[in-house]
């Protein structure tokens, strides 16, 4: 651990740089401190957060007690899980014309259209939907929420599939090609399980951009359709609160079983792919 | 070809319906005059541009603010700043990554990114919890006898950096650490055969070498930071405006849609502006390398 | 391969039943934050089946702004006097035929049909109460009778003062100080109110609605814009160090009716509730909760918050109710904001 500090044995290595090791650690602790703090506190039973008590569960029950904040999950979770299976559907048809289309034309505009979202500024889009759906009068806001979300949604799950559709050889789509497989049946069999992994990760992905977004959420939610990042939005204006530290805490605990296997399978691929 | 426009066919719509149409809808709304009680009336107007350089004042002449030039200009210096603060942290980090065992550097770009899928508002709020009045922070000085009674660190500049660059600043490693991967060990060692000391390799060769990286950072950090909300309505709290949360009043308690709507353009016309030089600088450099 | 696909399959089957089953017995309110006793809802939700969401606002901007987006999806909401008359105007309320309801029966007469409703159709009046301002009587040992102590703060409260993030109580309390008429559109009479504000910013810590209570009781600021029966219940349940001011040129009033925004899909629901929310026994405990005066009958001796041990609520200055501003009165007053806020 130390040695990285001092320099020690490498001191002679031309590409080691005394220092960097210690901004490094002292970057993840920047990095970690303020979640690990949170957590920390969560678990304290004295009312007044910055002052410890005691351990308790105690706020991990009044928080899953709370009636809101249960209603602002699962307008999350619904909005999330339709959102990505659109966003991922829609993805899948673009990236699939992108790759293996023969003569697209304009390949390069389409790809600039789908990855829209990315450049334009979030805020500048939730003011966009806002209007327009009240132009349009739209009235429920789960509805609202989901056309949104799967907009802002299709270039995260675009891009990976994208990126493993393009890294995969031809090979066995042309043989099963050759074999006469029906152009479905090839596509069923052969590209598909083949592009799966891109698959999972684009839908992850905008799975997890829909949980965590709360620029568009805020500005287009209505009645009944709060989202999470949003309840808690409204929580912090209130205040610091160890109720809050819980509801914090769970939802990176949660982050992190979403994310995790997402990421070991992305690593297993490339592993795989060298 | 059929097939390839039905592929392509529900992107388009999506895109079309829920983001290009919307934008149109942002520019008409910019040029009407907005309604006092919200929303916006079909009257050509100019009062929403002009209002973002003059005032009316009370004798209902036009006179100069430079209110939301200030805000617009705050904007730029805070996510400039915070580029750049991102930049200094992030080369050392990534180089220090890019240093380790294979598998040390996958569990530590794995630890990089991982805050990053942590909602956004938890993150931002972590930093209200320590930065508050009577918070973590303040307590833990207090502890030690380092201060008695001290100013709150919330609600201000320093209080939005810092939410800034902890928010943005894995978006600026992963591309340091993608070009210092890409770069040929060789030439370090080459520079040091040849006496060069460290520093002057760090200069002359390695910093050279992963500016592609370092603009791509700069550029992935810079842009967000320019509509952020959160921080400014958190950690700001809302006496230090940036144009994100600017905008955002305008469509709620403010009400003065077609203003917001021509803020909004003029957000995008400067991030539009700074994607257009990277994409030339990016070409020029391709050309340059062919 | 299946197995992706029955996932799928299933996801989008229960988001869709969770769309769809939702539909009956639902209630969406957007009220004043903190305003519905939670117990009291978990019983109406137990006594009718309907399952209620309460989303809170902390002005009534912030309400007209969601209402004007014309798609806000809410079945009740709870703005004050002036703003049910423009949300009446601005065709955003829906005809409920509020006076044939049985709630308004037990409405004080001398708050039916007024100005703001004159045919009694869209609103029922629910709480009523004023707004002022609360001394920290630990830190700011002063006189607090007078607005002049708000707006024309001494020295020793500089950075110590709080105000509301909205015009809409602090500009009409700033006109009956000055006696400027309110809702004016006389353009120089509302340069004398801006000029107030300036000057009073240069002693205002922050302009906030939100998380009140802390910031008062705390100490962080000694004086800070607020509400009667808000006051009164920090007071009263925190044992807060703080006193509610009487300022002797008068207190901005207000009347919170319930309303039902055009095109709510759960009308129905929103009129049991209403009627369920003013019957004497819920009105009570609401009261005893919320600490505003209800503006419907309630069984006083069940009622916690009695004249003498409440100065917050029976206060002996004139309670002067805003109006409903024209559209260049509202022109004007939002101008004072913006200037006043840049």
């Known amino acids: 651990m130390l040695n990285f500090l001092s320099g020690g044995a490498k001191r002679h290595d031309a590409k080691h740089y005394p220092g960097f090791g210690l901004i490094g650690v002292l970057f993840f602790i920047f990095l970690y401190l303020p979640i690990l703090v949170m957590i920390a506190y969560s678990f304290n039973s004295n009312k007044i957060v910055s002052v410890w008590q005691g351990f308790s569960l105690k706020w991990y029950f009044s928080a899953l007690q709370n009636d809101g904040l249960m209603s602002a999950v699962r307008v999350s979770l619904t909005v999330a899980t339709v959102a990505t299976v659109l966003a991922t559907l829609i993805a899948i048809s673009a990236a699939l014309v992108l790759s293996r289309g023969k003569d697209v034309k304009g390949a390069k505009l389409s790809e600039t259209v789908i990855n829209l979202p990315l450049m334009l500024p979030e805020i500048v889009f939730a003011v966009a939907i806002l209007i327009l759906f009240s132009q349009l009068g739209v009235q429920n806001g789960l509805l609202k929420l989901i056309l949104a979300h799967t907009c802002f949604c299709i270039p995260f799950a675009f891009l990976p599939i994208r990126a493993r559709l393009q890294g995969m050889h031809t090979n066995f789509e042309q043989a099963a090609q050759d074999l006469y497989a029906p152009p479905w049946v090839a596509f069923k069999r052969i590209t598909l399980p083949l592009i799966m992994p891109g698959i999972f990760a684009g839908a992850m992905l905008s799975f997890v951009i829909s949980m965590d977004d709360f620029i568009t959420s805020n500005i287009v939610s209505g009645g009944g359709a709060t989202t999470l990042p949003v309840y808690i939005f409204s929580l912090v204006k209130q205040g610091v609160s160890p109720e809050l530290n819980a509801i914090s805490t769970l939802i990176i605990a949660i982050s992190l079983l979403l994310v995790t296997p997402c990421w070991l399978i992305a690593e297993r691929n490339r592993d795989a792919s060298l | 070809m059929n097939k390839n426009l039905l592929g392509l066919a529900p992107a388009y719509l999506v895109m079309l319906v829920l983001m290009i149409i919307p934008l149109l809808i942002v520019v008409d709304v910019a040029f009407m005059t907005s309604d006092p009680y919200g929303g916006f009336k079909q009257v050509f107007s100019l009062e929403s541009f002009q209002q973002i350089l003059y005032n009316v004042d009370w004798d209902d002449n036009l006179v100069l603010n430079l209110q939301y030039l200030k805000i617009i200009g705050r904007t730029l210096l805070l996510s400039a700043i915070t580029a750049l603060i991102c930049v200094c942290i992030a080369f050392p980090v990534a180089y220090y990554i890019s240093r380790q065992s294979a598998s040390r550097k996958t569990v530590l770009l794995y630890l990089v990114t991982l805050p990053f899928w942590v909602s956004m508002v938890v993150r931002v709020y972590a930093w209200v919890l320590i930065l508050s009045n009577d918070g973590v922070l303040e307590s833990g000085l207090r502890l030690f006898g380092l201060v008695d009674d001290m100013d709150s660190l919330l609600y201000n500049n320093g209080a939005m950096l810092v939410g800034m660059v902890y928010s943005y600043i894995p978006l600026m490693i992963l591309p340091i650490y993608a070009s210092i991967e890409k770069l040929d060990i060789n030439l370090i060692e080459a520079a040091n055969d040849l006496y060069s000391n460290r520093l002057k390799t760090l200069y002359r060769i390695i910093l050279p070498l992963s500016k592609p990286g370092i603009v791509a950072g700069a550029i992935l950090v810079f842009v967000p930071c320019l509509g952020t909300v959160l921080e400014p309505m958190l950690l700001g709290g809302g006496k230090t405006m940036m144009m994100g949360n600017l905008i955002q009043n305008q469509f709620t308690i403010s009400r003065n849609w077609s203003f917001g709507a021509s803020l909004a353009l003029v957000l995008l016309a400067i991030v539009l502006i700074f994607l257009m030089l990277q994409a030339l600088r990016a070409k020029r450099v391709q050309a340059g390398e062919v | ?342």
Not at chain 3, 8 to 27: H, I, N
Not at chain 3, 32 to 51: C, R, V
Not at chain 3, 157 to 174: Q, R, S, W, Y
């Open chain 3, 1 to 342: 391969m299946k197995h992706m696909k029955k996932l799928v399959l299933a996801c989008v089957c229960s988001s869709l039943f969770t769309m769809t089953s939702s539909a009956a017995g639902k209630l969406n309110i957007y009220a004043w934050a903190e305003s519905f006793d939670p117990d009291l809802i978990a019983q109406f939700e137990s006594e009718t089946g309907i399952d209620v969401t309460i989303d809170g606002f902390t002005s009534n901007e912030d309400l007209l702004a969601k209402l004007k987006s014309g798609s806000s999806d809410y079945d009740l909401v709870t703005p004050s006097q002036h703003f049910v008359k423009i949300m009446i105007q601005e065709q955003l309320l829906e005809n409920i035929g509020a006076r044939e309801l049985p709630a308004y029966s037990n409405v004080d007469a001398k708050w039916q049909q007024q100005w703001w409703d004159p045919t009694g159709e869209y609103s029922v009046p629910f709480v009523y109460g004023t707004a002022g301002f609360t001394v920290n009587r630990d830190n700011y040992k002063g006189p607090a009778t007078s607005w002049q102590e708000f707006f024309e703060p001494a020295a020793e409260l500089k950075g110590k003062i709080a105000v509301f993030n909205t015009p809409d109580e602090i500009i009409p309390a700033a006109q009956i100080y000055l006696g400027v008429e309110n809702c004016t559109e006389d353009s120089s009479e509302m340069k004398r109110v801006f000029d107030l504000l300036k000057k009073q910013k240069e002693s205002v810590a922050v302009y906030s609605s939100d998380n009140i209570n802390s910031r008062i009781a705390s100490g962080e600021v000694y004086m800070h814009s607020w509400w009667d029966g808000d006051s009164m219940k920090a007071r009263k349940e925190d044992n807060a160090p703080i006193e509610y001011a009487q300022p002797k040129e008068g207190l901005v009033g207000w009347l919170d009716s319930m309303v039902v925004p055009k095109g709510a899909s759960n009308i129905d629901s929103a009129k049991t509730f209403i009627n369920w929310m003013s019957e004497k026994e819920h009105a009570t405990a609401e009261f005893n909760y919320y600490g505003h005066t209800p503006a419907v009958g309630i069984d006083d001796a069940q009622a916690v918050h009695k004249p003498e041990s409440s100065p917050e609520l029976f206060g002996s200055v004139p309670i002067i109710f805003s109006k409903a501003c024209s559209p260049a009165a509202q022109k004007l007053v939002d101008k004072v904001w913006t200037q006043l806020l840049q």
